[in-house]
């Protein structure tokens, strides 16, 4: 199946655009929006991974607590 790609635009600072470009030659990226979603789906999985752990410490902590 087919994905649909949406057509948006975006502003960006030159700095960040630099970085954009820089990125592109690391990852061998053929076209910016091809680093750009690979950057936002690490992105998004970090952030993800980073609240699924907070809310495991503070259930281990819980747990632990409720052991003692």
Do not use: P, Q, W
Request: with cysteine.
């Amino acid at each position: 199946m087919e994905m649909k790609n949406n057509k948006i635009t975006i502003r960006l600072s030159d700095e960040t655009l630099k970085k954009c470009n820089e990125g592109m030659d690391i990852t061998n990226c053929k076209v910016r929006n091809e680093f750009i979603e690979k950057a936002i789906e690490f992105y998004s999985g970090y952030v993800s991974a980073e609240v699924h752990s907070e809310f495991l410490s503070d259930v281990i902590t819980e747990s632990m607590e409720g052991i003692a």
